[in-house]
Every structure is written in C-alpha cells, then in structure tokens.
C-alpha cells in the first residue's frame, strides 16, 4: 500500500502559493482548483490509477497532482510549462517518495513517447487557451497507436458538449466528429466556475475518454478525417457539393445537399478515404 502521509502533511495549496508568491498568469490560461472534494473526485475518477502512469499537464500549483498522488497514482509525470510553479512542485516531488516526475516545457512540443512508458493516461485541468489543440493531438496519437488508456480531462462546458456531440446536436463538429471515430466519450459531472482561482466567466465540466481498439481499426487514416472535417465544417451552412465537386454522393447514401452537421462521423471516414 502506498504511503500518502508525506503528501497530507503538505499545507494548503493557497498557502504554498502564497509562499512562493505565485499568482495564475492570463498568458497560460491559468485558472487553478483549490477544492480538495473536486480534485479528489477526478483523482478517483482516472481507470487504474494505481496500475497505469498519469500524464498530467499543466500541474500549476499542483493541486491535482496532490488528489492524484493521495489516490494512489503510482507515478506521475507532470508537465508544466510555467517555472515560477517550480518551488511548490519541488516541495511535492519530496513528499511523493519518487512518485511525481516535473518537465518542464511546452506539452505541445513534448514528445510522450520518448518519456520511456509503455502505457499511460492523461489527467488534467487543461489550460484553456491550448485545450482543444491538444484534444486533437491526443486524438490523433490515439488512433495511430499511442498506448493511451483513458483521459479524464477538465474543459469549458462548451468545450465537453463538443466533444460528446451527436449528429442533430447543435455543438456538433469536428472535436466530436474525431472523437467518435477513435473513442468513447462522456461527460462525468460538472464543475462551477466558483471552485476556480481566479474565477472564470464560464462553467467547467470533466471529461472522460476511453480508446476504442475496434473503432480504431476501422478509422482509417485520422490525418485525412481531420483535412475533411476542418473543409467541411470550416464552411458548415453550405451543402457539401459546394464544398467538394465531381463526387457521387450517391455511392455514400448522400444526394449532396447535406451540410457537415448532418453526416455521421462514419460517412466522414468514408469520405476521408476515397477524397482526400
């Protein structure tokens, strides 16, 4: 059993920052989570934490990482791209007894598969200015065979409604297109801008995202699903024959009058295929 006392003699995560004089930066789409219950509950909800090593982007002041180390992570690895951040971390990579691991860079440019594990999840409260850039990325990573087991992440409602979208559903679009193709996806719960400092304008919901070994045999190539769905959706108010000529419609069930948040996201691996 993994010893958690180091981890809950650590103070407050609002002392801690305090301490290292550290406040939340606009340029880094900082809003971090001090509630102790909320981080607990996407901590706990993280498939076999206690089995599987968590990715955990942008830790800041590294309230989620306690929740994930208290629940029993067996090793984290975090990356975060603010250094000022590097005095609380610090005091809890001592308290983890080599459970945490801190890079320090843009998780955009980090590659995962050089961090030498052969599975992993990815837990965070993703910044919101690189959120969905990194969604995609995942995404993409996932159908071409990175050894992703889950993600349990934090976004903008709008964002999660995106992501779990089906055809009819005013949010529809390329997030949910991309996800259904690869992975099972659901909302867990949501969370009120009031858990956030500093406190954002918009509610927050976690998501969760399990891959799905026979959706992904069948995708295809992603990169061609995601040149059809950034044409398509990029003009989404008109009908696709006007986007793409020369195609017999016909042969996909389709008469070409349809617009992008009418095809399902089969039809667009079926279009990826053949078009681009």
Not at 58 to 81: M, N, Y
Not at 191 to 199: G, K, L, Q
Request: with cysteine; hydrophobic share 45%.
């Amino acid at each position: 059993m993994i010893a958690t006392e180091k981890i809950k003699s650590l103070p407050p995560v609002s002392e801690m920052m305090r301490d290292a004089g550290l406040e939340p930066k606009k340029q880094f789409g900082q809003n971090f989570l001090f509630d102790l219950n909320l981080t607990g509950r996407i901590a706990r909800s993280v498939p076999n934490l206690d089995s599987v090593p968590v990715i955990e982007v942008g830790p800041g002041p590294a309230g989620l990482t306690r929740a994930l180390l208290l629940a029993g992570a067996t090793r984290v690895i975090a990356i975060e791209k603010d250094k000022t951040t590097k005095p609380i971390l610090d005091r809890v990579i001592s308290a983890s007894d080599g459970r945490l691991t801190v890079i320090y860079d843009d998780a955009l440019r980090v590659d995962f598969a050089a961090l030498g594990i052969d599975e992993y999840a990815i837990c965070s409260n993703l910044p919101y200015n690189v959120g969905t850039e990194l969604l995609t990325r995942w995404l993409v990573r996932m159908a071409n065979g990175a050894p992703i087991k889950s993600m349990t992440l934090m976004f903008q409602r709008e964002v999660a409604q995106r992501i779990v979208a089906h055809v009819g559903d005013e949010q529809y679009g390329r997030l949910a297109v991309l996800t259904s193709l690869v992975a099972d996806a659901r909302i867990l719960f949501d969370v009120p801008n009031t858990a956030f400092v500093p406190r954002p304008r918009v509610q927050s919901a976690v998501v969760q995202i399990i891959p799905n070994a026979d959706k992904i045999k069948s995708v295809g190539d992603i990169s061609r699903v995601e040149k059809i769905t950034a044409k398509l959706f990029g003009m989404r108010r008109k009908m696709i024959r006007g986007i793409i000529s020369g195609v017999d419609w016909e042969k996909y069930g389709l008469t070409g009058t349809e617009r992008a948040e009418e095809l399902h996201p089969e039809i667009f691996a079926l279009l990826a295929r053949d078009l681009v």
